[in-house]
């Protein structure tokens, strides 16, 4: 192919103005950075939801079976029902409430979650979690005192660590006195103190057991739901709804995408906005592609003409800027794609950007590289530098052999 092989000397001939040469320099680098900048910052993106997900689906299971009430009893018949899903890998009862929490140190509100110490942590990665102590002092207790397991952050704010004394109290019932009604207070030592390491959680979850949890509201035998696990996460919807049906009413399921919905949803438009915002630079770059091209054919008047009286066609006159152009657009996104593949292994193995992870909640940027991702940038890329090349290689097409020979 003739076009092909002009084009690939003009690209390797010396040009009398070493301006356009410049000018080509530039369109590689600045494909070349856009493509980078595209797939470190998707990368990372990619990386901090995946690292989100994980958090919440460690403080979470996978699907909540509950009723419309706040709590029902009979729930060993149920978790044996919600057992027989070949979907189901592990469950575990909870019982969930508010409450406060008193030290003499501080005061503050809490989400009380009763479980079962020995099947949650097939659930919830609350086992993992723990920094100081570990679940079975929930059941056991110390001297006779139920034990209750904080968040890191919510610890702080009572000024509480281990073996340290808490009063539960509960804002909604209490017990009738001759001077009225007197909120209903427990005590409770800290036998294990864990980080989620997001906020939301670490400051506002503290575990007991459900026994304990039981005693403490006056609910004997019941609980608020079912913690699943499944097989497929990304079905748990599907899964949930075949074991509503299989339960019956009233009974209802929740799966994670569905309590993390908005957080899910913000995170995907916030990484469409990212690529839409990174992609000018391409743009930009694929612009600057179209000027070199410009310049190019003014310099290549004369050869357009001879070709021209040689009996090229305009269509191959279009092919020979058309491949000049997407060669530079290709060879930028080339080495667009391995700078920044290089940088996002870099990224990950070797953790050189250091986060604050009091602020950050984690120690460097996470990274996960996602071929799929990387794919539509770089077909993206070579997509628009494409487009860049057909004004100048069409005005090159409707040059007149005649005219560009005259002042020649």
């Known amino acids: 192919m003739y076009e092909l092989l002009i084009s690939r000397r003009y690209l390797r001939a010396k040009r009398k103005q070493s301006f356009i040469s410049l000018i080509t320099v530039i369109s590689i680098g600045g494909v070349a950075i856009g493509v980078a900048a595209l797939i470190i910052v998707i990368s990372v993106m990619t990386g901090f939801r995946d690292d989100l997900q994980g958090k919440i ?22 978790m044996e029902k919600i057992a027989m899903n070949k979907n189901v890998v592990a469950l575990s009862p909870f019982i969930e409430t508010q409450i406060m929490l008193s030290t003499e140190g501080g005061i503050s509100g809490a989400v009380l979650r009763g479980i079962d110490p020995a099947t949650a942590p097939g659930v919830i990665a609350i086992e993992k979690d723990l920094k100081i102590g570990n679940l079975n002092e929930l059941t056991d207790g110390r001297d006779g005192i139920p034990g209750i397991v904080l968040g890191k952050e919510l610890a702080k704010v009572l000024r509480v660590t281990y073996g340290d004394p808490v009063i539960m109290v509960s804002p909604t019932g209490g017990d009738i ?20 390491g997001m906020f939301e959680y670490d400051s506002s979850f503290a575990y007991v057991s459900i ?26 919807k599907t899964i949930g709804d ?27 438009l916030e990484k ?14 694929a612009f600057n592609i179209a000027s070199t091209l410009i310049m190019l054919v003014m310099e290549k008047a004369k050869d357009i003409a001879i070709l021209k009286a040689m009996g090229s ?28 593949w290089g ?36 077909i993206s890329s070579l997509v628009l530098c494409a487009l860049a090349t057909l004004y100048p290689a069409w005005q090159a097409s409707r040059m007149d052999p005649a005219q560009a020979m005259r002042y020649e």
Request: hydrophobic share 55%; aromatic share 12%.
């Open 343 to 378: 940088m996002c292994i870099l990224l990950k193995y070797y953790h050189f950007i250091r986060l604050d992870p009091n602020v950050y909640y984690i120690s460097a940027l996470p990274v996960k590289i996602v071929p799929s991702d990387i794919t539509v940038i770089i």
């Open 57 to 78: 689906l460690g403080a979470h299971a996978h699907l909540v079976v509950k009723t419309q009430k706040p709590y029902f009893t009979s729930y060993p018949s149920v």
């Open 177 to 196: 006195t001759p001077f009225g009604m007197t909120p209903r207070m427990k005590r409770f030592v800290v036998v294990g103190i864990f980080e989620a």
């Open 272 to 285: 469409v906005a990212m690529f839409v915002i990174l992609v000018m630079i391409v743009f930009v770059a």
């Open 211 to 236: 026994p304990a949890a039981q005693n403490f509201l006056d609910l004997p035998d019941v609980v608020s739901g079912i913690d699943v696990k499944v097989t497929d996460i990304y079905r748990a």
């Open 242 to 268: 075949k074991i509503a049906e299989d339960l019956g009413a009233p009974f209802t399921t929740l799966d994670w995408m569905e309590m993390n919905k908005n957080l899910f949803a913000a995170l995907a």
């Open 313 to 340: 066609t305009n269509a191959g006159i279009m092919k020979i800027f058309m491949f000049e152009g997407t060669i530079i657009g290709a060879f930028g996104t080339a080495v667009g794609a391995a700078f920044g």
